[in-house]
Structure formats: C-alpha cells, structure tokens
C-alpha cells in the first residue's frame, strides 16, 4: 500500500501511528537507560558526572538496568500515545500538520499537543516507581518493580503513586508543543540543505538530526522542573512537598540556582541521542508501515 493510500485509510494509518510509536520507544529506551540512570543520580543526589558513574559503577553491573521494566512500557506506551493521539487530537480540533510556508505553531497544534501529553500522564505511576527504583536508598527496599507497587499501594495508597502529576502534566504537555510544532519546520529547512529528498538514507539523518536538536533543546528548557518532580517523587512516607517547597529546599541545600542544572549536560546528551533515535526510528517505520 502506498503512502497516500495508507493515510486515506484513517483506521489503519491511526493504528499504524500507535505501533511505530510504541517501537520507537522501545528501541530508545533500552539503547539509553544506562545514562538515563547516571541523569538521575545527579539530579537527586547532586553528583557530578564522575561521583554518578562511580556510585553506578561501585554498585556492579547486575544493578545497571534496574528500575528499566517501569520505562519500558511507560516509554513504548507514552510515545504510542503521544504519536498517536496526536494526530487524532489534531483532526478532532480541525487543524493540519506542518506544511511549508504555514505558521510553525498554531492554535489547533498546540492543543493537540498539549492533550496528547496530558494523556501520556496516566503513565506517571510507572514513572514514579522509575524513579524509587533507580533512587540508590530503596535498593534493598523493593526488589522489583512488582514489589514496589504492592509495598506502595498496600502501605501508602494509590494517591501515592501519582506524586508530582501536576508537574507530569506541565512537562508533557508543554514539551509536545515545542517538539510537534518545530519538527516540521526543523525538517524542512535540513532536507533544504541535502542534494535529494528523495533519498531514504537522507530521511533517516534529516528525522535524527532535527529529532536529536529538539530534543537537547527541550530537556534543557524543562530541566530545572524535572530535577524537582525527580526530587518530589523519591519521597516516600511522608507528606508530598508541593513544587514550590521541593525548589526552595533543593535552592537552599545545593547552594544557588545553578547547582540546579547539575547533570543537564548527560540529559542533553540523553535526549540528543534519545529524541535522535526516537525520531528516526518512528518516521522509519511509519515509512516502511505505509509501504507493505
């Protein structure tokens, strides 16, 4: 089936969407969590990039890829939805995707947008215990991911699970607008650039290159309200801080603001590659789904 003929197909193209998503996620997460885990050590503990790999290293490879399950499918679920919704969010609301010459961000986009990343929110409970998995003082606490969430629901609830939502919901939200309305247009102007469009090799780079651009620039821009949901989700046991309690705390222990961007050189790294690979992989297999 060509293309055109697949996204004549509103149903199928839809699903198609889904799946790509959830393989993208599912190539990206497994490729990146070694340095997703050393991202988290210096957000939480305020380590510098050598102390995190220490500290990774001293604990032994066995310990590497735990917590990994929780991303897992909270990744290939996310980025399914995120894809996928997107799109339908997108026809709902009356709006087209990026064309040449049309305004990078619309109305109709960013709402779309915005609510493909609220829905990526029903996801913050296996974020949550991402995070307790990978926080070094719970590793003889909960063996498994499993283990963490009877441990939390039997001793804690389920409100405990969906610690720091609202700032889930913001990130996500916020960062789908950036990412859905400046892809196109990032694509463009590289493809601009190459000899032929026509080149699948040269799809493949144009999709990782603006994919890995928009992603670095992204994580950076929401880096400080990551580092307080990170730190807001490994409480456990006692009374959530709200955002503004968790800010001021990290401000005061670390010592000024800019201790607040410890670490956002390996998340840049992270997502450069990470959103790169995402990218890539999503548009490929969208390319090859809409071609059998």
């Not at 889904?18 to 490729?31: P, S």
């Not at 980025?79 to 799109?87: K, S, T």
């Not at 928009?214 to 880096?223: D, N, P, Q």
Request: hydrophobic letters at 40%; one cysteine or more.
């Amino acid at each position: 089936m060509s293309p055109t003929l697949a996204r004549d197909d509103p149903k199928r193209f839809h699903a198609l969407e889904f799946g790509c998503g959830w393989g993208a996620g599912c190539i990206e997460t497994c490729l990146m969590y070694p340095v997703s885990k050393i991202s988290f050590r210096q957000q939480v503990l305020g380590y510098n990039i050598m102390g995190a790999l220490k500290d990774i290293k001293n604990e032994g490879f066995p310990l590497l890829y735990r917590g990994l399950m929780p991303p897992l499918i909270m990744r290939t679920t996310s980025r399914a939805v995120m894809f996928g919704l997107y799109d339908k969010f997108l026809t709902s609301f009356g709006g087209t995707k990026y064309i040449r010459g049309s305004p990078i961000i619309t109305k109709e986009r960013a709402q779309a947008a915005f609510m493909a990343g609220t829905c990526e929110a029903t996801m913050a409970p296996l974020e949550r215990i991402q995070v307790l998995l990978q926080a070094k003082k719970y590793n003889s606490v909960f063996k498994n991911t499993g283990d963490a969430f009877i441990n939390i629901l039997k001793e804690h609830g389920i409100r405990e699970c969906y610690r720091g939502i609202s700032l889930v919901v913001a990130r996500n939200g916020l960062s789908n607008i950036m990412y859905f309305n400046l892809r196109g247009p990032c694509k463009l102007y590289i493809m601009d650039k190459a000899e032929s469009e026509n080149s699948h090799f040269l799809h493949i780079i144009g999709d990782f290159i603006s994919g890995a651009l928009l992603g670095a620039t992204i994580s950076t821009v929401f880096f400080p309200l990551n580092v307080v949901k990170n730190n807001v989700q490994s409480g456990l046991g006692k009374e959530a801080e709200s955002p503004r309690q968790a800010l001021r705390r990290i401000l005061k222990e670390r010592g000024g603001i800019r201790q607040l961007y410890r670490g956002v050189h390996v998340n840049a790294f992270r997502s450069l590659c990470g959103w790169g690979i995402t990218t890539a992989a999503y548009e490929g297999l969208l390319r090859f789904g809409t071609n059998i």
